[in-house]
Each structure stands twice: as C-alpha cells, then as structure tokens.
C-alpha cells in the first residue's frame, strides 16, 4: 500500500504560476503510474494529467495541454504538476493518485488517492 500527501496548493491571480508535489510513502515510488486529477465544486472529479513509472511518457487532459507538466523524481519518491498560466476555471482541488504498472486517464483506475490540496485562480 502507497499513502500519497499532496502540497503547493494556494491561492494566485489568473496568469500565474504553481507548482504542486505529491510524495509517496509506504511503497517505492516508482512502483506506480501516477495521475493528478482535480474536482471543482459541484462537478466531478476530472484528469488532468498522468505519467508512468520511469517518467518517460505523459498524458494531458485538453483544457490543460501546453500549459501544465507532469514530471516525477523517483528517488525523492515525488510526482509534480507545473501549472502555468492559470485562468479561474483552474480552481479546484487536486488529486494525486497512484495505480500499478500502466499510466492511466481513467479516474476508476487509480487504488490510492491523497487527501487533494486547493488551488484558487482569481480573476
């Protein structure tokens, strides 16, 4: 078992920068796929982003392409999302999340969540 804490979670002004970090415990980080994942209020929690195990190959939502970077650092057992150019519709809390083996955008397929940490883009 894997327990994830998520952290760098603020408040910033629409056209700023954030950087979140997720670190695993319990098991080696590179065990795992990681994914961030982020819920607003009111709506479902949605993907954002994933990455495997070696960090070799990521996947993004489309609202987000271009502007957030997955990346990980496995001996510091740590998974980041740079978030670039934020805008409000970016408020949410995020999610990391971790599966064995194979990267996923599929929210179903993660078995360890963290406990998310707020991001608020003001306009």
């Known amino acids: 078992q894997v327990q994830l804490v998520e952290s760098g979670g603020g408040w910033v002004q629409a056209g700023g920068s954030l950087r979140l970090s997720c670190t695993a415990s319990?098991?080696?980080?590179?065990?795992?796929?990681m994914g961030w994942f982020r819920q607003a209020r009111g709506k479902e929690r949605e993907f954002v982003a994933t990455?495997?195990?070696?960090?070799?190959?990521?996947d993004y939502a489309e609202s987000v392409k271009g502007r957030f970077t997955i990346s990980r650092d496995n001996s510091k057992n740590t998974v980041y999302l740079q978030m670039n150019s934020l805008s409000p519709e970016d408020t949410a809390v995020y999610y990391c999340?971790?599966?064995?083996?194979?990267?996923?955008?599929?929210?179903?397929?993660?078995?360890?969540w963290g406990q998310g940490t707020q991001v608020t883009v003001s306009s």
């Open positions: 319990g098991r080696t980080c590179s065990d795992y796929a």
């Open positions: 990455i495997n195990r070696s960090g070799g190959s990521t």
């Open positions: 999340a971790a599966r064995p083996r194979i990267r996923s955008a599929m929210r179903d397929a993660y078995n360890y």
